[in-house]
């Protein structure tokens, strides 16, 4: 019997993390963002908590009105909020949890297709694959390209790792909860987590989603320099901690001693 999306969503529990100080025009913009994304959320009847690291008191109530539960925190590490937003999904009695960032509006529509192949024991993790990165502003394109390429040379898999969405079962949670931010616990928090579950077979799947990503936070990167270092920052710490930790990985199935 297949699941209508009213069923699906009922299992769902949508995840995210804010810290927006509005000092900024780019922050400015993105905290409108997100607030459009918790609205989104509940309007679908989506469960969606958030964790606060440090947004200002006024922003914070907008996120609790507009539906969000919302928990807040002194902010230490983007992995640690990561890990304590996903422990409280985890004590939750859903079935699915959807890890997003808050500037993910138009990612919401796609989530009942990225998650019914775990509701149907299919996939264990969803990974969900964009069809085009057009939207996105050109140093973007280029740095999560390069990325993919090189996570599909290291693993042997096709997914598109650097898109940020993570579709996972409570059981899988364990993956990210477990996690000792050995890498910096910053986007290494995400990343490997993944490289465990692939590595101990579990099913790790790419489903194509129609997303695109919001113009206004392209228009605000598209030529601002420092977000070209940002990604070149972020490309190499990523690929740094997933190439360390796939040898580390294979270190101890050799019985190699390891630190």
């Not at 606060?52 to 002194?74: C, H, K, R, Y």
């Not at 993956?175 to 692939?198: E, H, K, T």
């Not at 101990?200 to 919001?214: A, F, L």
């Not at 228009?219 to 740094?240: C, G, P, T, V």
Request: net charge negative; glycine share 6%; hydrophobic share 40%.
């Amino acid at each position: 019997m297949e699941l209508t999306q009213e069923e699906i969503i009922k299992k769902v529990i949508i995840t995210t993390g804010t810290l927006y100080t509005l000092a900024t025009e780019s922050d400015r913009i993105r905290s409108e963002l997100a607030k459009g994304t918790i609205k989104k959320a509940r309007e679908l009847g989506y469960t969606i908590i958030v964790i606060d690291s440090g947004s200002p008191a006024e922003l914070v109530n907008e996120f609790m009105q507009l539906g969000a539960i919302v928990f807040t925190e002194i902010f230490q590490s983007t992995g640690k909020s990561k890990r304590k937003i996903i422990r409280h999904a985890h004590e939750s009695d859903k079935e699915v949890i959807v890890l997003i960032e808050p500037e993910k509006e138009n990612f919401l529509s796609e989530i009942p297709k990225v998650v019914l192949p775990i509701l149907k024991g299919e996939a264990d993790m969803v990974i969900p694959r964009r069809k085009s990165l057009a939207s996105y502003p050109l140093a973007q394109q280029y740095s999560e390209l390069f990325g993919n390429t090189f996570f599909k040379e290291l693993t042997g898999l096709d997914l598109d790792i650097f898109f940020g969405p993570r579709v996972f079962t409570q059981d899988m949670a364990l993956y990210f909860l477990d996690y000792d931010g050995r890498y910096n616990d910053n986007w290494d928090s995400v990343y490997i987590p993944v490289i465990d579950a692939i590595y101990e077979k579990k099913r790790v799947i790419g489903v194509e989603v129609d997303y695109t990503h919001p113009q206004d936070q392209t228009a605000i990167e598209e030529h601002d320099m420092k977000y070209y270092f940002k990604r070149l920052d972020e490309l190499h710490s990523i690929m740094n901690a997933l190439s360390v930790h796939w040898e580390r990985l294979d270190a101890i199935v050799q019985g190699k001693q390891v630190v």
